[in-house]
């Protein structure tokens, strides 16, 4: 407890390293640590090293302020995961989700410490959870710690809600919202700027993906809410300012004026194909051609889910001979560049007719027969709508799967983008573009859209997904999109649920939006979501 405010730096580290635990298992770093006005030049040295990488690569470092003397700036509570930081009132500062729910109020002028004690008490009973006082906040010097990364937030998503323009003054022992301040920055004409459409107040609602985390948007809402409208007018913003973006239309009506269309069907004028067999050798180089042949059969039990563990086994074992028979060798990378075998030659060396029945349907789609395929270069040069909405459900699965991993090896291979970006044309090389992701997403095969989402950043690419539902998204999608567009849900059980994912959104708030457009737009810079009504093209 804070009885005494000389704390050494070994306090201060072990303090931090304990309030990191209770978020997420590491690794993580502790960068420095110390009584605020003891700094020395060589303690000081680690800090602004981490502050320049983090702000180079964009990714976020959470500060816990200092304490003056006996005041404190924030107040602190944990509670279980489940609990909602929305529902509490005051609604928190910030809400930072891992193991359990840790929840900050910032104040914008510090408290003494027994003010702070009783209020953070008061919040921590309505929370059902314990006052984070004395034990993690306030700290006795200036603690930082990285975003954890990619990688960890895959396997322990942490979310957080940002603090920068939600603060309370402290009056008669109760907490006073301060007029929020906006924090969204200046932005200039080189910056991609999407005009959304309009805020209540008539103001112009404008999303700036590079300011954000990422270039990742999640839009929700049910049928008829607008969803399809939204995406044509984030996706024109994006092409506008000349960074392409790969629209992949399942049903065949997101259609931009000056983006050209390509249909995939199999009809005779539709000569664009792809081979999902196709050796992707710079992958295979890390994990070998057997982890690719296990994701190709992967793909196709999902596509066609009604083989069972014997027929598998003979898919495993026909495509296994393909590649020996077209002198693709697993161990000689050499071979990997030869031509790689065809659905349709799999299927003429199938002998089980229960299999053959099962794939046919798919292996036997003549885009899958086609000489003409759609290179990497291509789809980073130009806006393209690929229209796939004339094939069979597995199809258009396999061929959205396929080209989504081409790109992601594309991408991989260009190696990441500059570390400083002199615009966002530099930043982003693609934005993809999905209606009625859930076709993707569900199903168990969400690794591919999960390894774009964590990757994306580093690669220059961004993502607008559009689904009905937030479950329809794996977890670490969720909690990784920087930008939401939450419209008007079907019921008021699903209005409770995508509600969780919008911070200062009630599930009453969203049923009572109008449908068409009208909705709520949270990002990064915005502490609660804002309402707007979407400027359909
Ligand atoms: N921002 C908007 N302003 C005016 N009208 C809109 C707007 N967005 C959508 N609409 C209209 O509302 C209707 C439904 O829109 P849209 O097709 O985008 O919904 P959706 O959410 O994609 O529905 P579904 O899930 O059925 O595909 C359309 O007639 C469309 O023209
Ligand atoms: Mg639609």
């Given at each position: 407890m804070l009885q005494d405010n000389m704390f050494s730096i070994d306090d201060c580290m072990m303090t931090a390293r304990k309030f990191l635990e209770t978020l997420c298992p590491p690794p993580w770093g502790v960068v420095a640590g110390g009584v605020s006005r003891n700094f020395s030049a060589k303690q000081l040295e680690p800090m602004a090293k981490l502050i320049t990488q983090a702000y180079q690569q964009r990714q976020t470092i959470y500060t816990l302020m200092p304490q003056e003397e006996q005041t404190v700036w924030h107040l602190v509570v944990h509670a279980p995961r489940g609990m909602r930081a929305a529902n509490m009132t005051p609604p928190p500062s910030m809400a930072i989700t891992g193991r359990e729910v840790t929840m900050i109020w910032t104040l914008s002028a510090p408290t003494s410490i027994t003010e702070a004690l009783m209020l953070s008490q008061k919040l921590a009973t309505q929370a059902k959870g314990r006052a984070g006082v004395g034990e993690a906040i306030p700290l006795p010097g200036t603690i930082m710690f990285h975003n954890p990364g990619p990688m960890r937030l895959q396997r322990f998503p942490v979310s957080m809600m940002p603090t920068k323009n939600v603060a309370y003054r402290v009056a008669d022992g109760k907490l006073v919202r301060e007029a929020a301040k906006s924090s969204r920055p200046a932005y200039d004409a080189r910056d991609l700027a999407i005009k959304i459409g309009e805020a209540p107040d008539g103001s112009e609602v404008v999303s700036l993906p590079g300011h954000q985390t990422n270039g990742f948007y999640l839009v929700l809402g049910a049928s008829g809410s607008g969803k399809t409208e939204t995406l044509k007018t984030l996706g024109a913003g994006v092409h506008r300012y000349g960074v392409p973006i790969l629209l992949l239309d399942f049903h065949g009506d997101v259609i931009l004026p000056d983006v050209a269309s390509t249909l995939l069907s199999s009809a005779p004028s539709s000569r664009i194909g792809l081979n999902p067999l196709e050796v992707d050798v710079e992958s295979a180089k890390e994990n070998g051609l057997y982890d690719q042949r296990t994701a190709v059969l992967e793909m196709v039990r999902r596509a066609v889910p009604q083989l069972g563990h014997k027929q598998a086994n003979a898919l495993h074992t026909a495509l296994e001979n393909a590649y020996i028979a077209a002198g693709i060798d697993d161990n000689d990378p050499e071979t990997w560049t030869r031509t790689a075998p065809t659905f349709p030659q799999i299927m003429a060396a199938i002998e089980d007719e229960g299999l053959l029945a099962g794939v046919r349907g798919l292996f036997g789609h003549p885009i899958f027969n086609r000489a003409e395929h759609l290179s990497i270069e291509q789809l980073l040069t130009r806006s393209m709508r690929l229209?796939?909405?004339?094939?069979?459900d597995g199809v258009r699965y396999v061929t959205a799967e396929t080209l989504l991993r081409r790109i992601f090896t594309g991408l991989r291979m260009r190696g990441p983008i500059p570390v400083r970006p002199v615009d966002d044309s530099e930043r982003f090389r693609l934005f993809i573009v999905i209606d009625e992701a859930r076709l993707i997403t569900m199903g168990g095969n969400s690794d591919i859209v999960s390894s774009l989402v964590n990757e994306a950043r580093k690669f220059g690419l961004g993502l607008i997904l559009a689904s009905q539902m937030a479950e329809h998204f794996p977890a670490d999608i969720r909690s990784n999109a920087a930008t939401w567009l939450v419209l008007k849900p079907q019921a008021m059980e699903e209005a409770k649920r995508n509600a969780?994912?919008?911070?200062?959104?009630t599930p009453e708030q969203l049923m009572a939006l109008r449908g068409r457009g009208d909705g709520y737009f949270r990002d990064r810079f915005t502490a609660e979501a804002q309402r707007v009504q979407v400027r359909p093209l």
């Open positions: 229209d796939l909405s004339k094939l069979p969780q994912n919008v911070a200062g959104v």
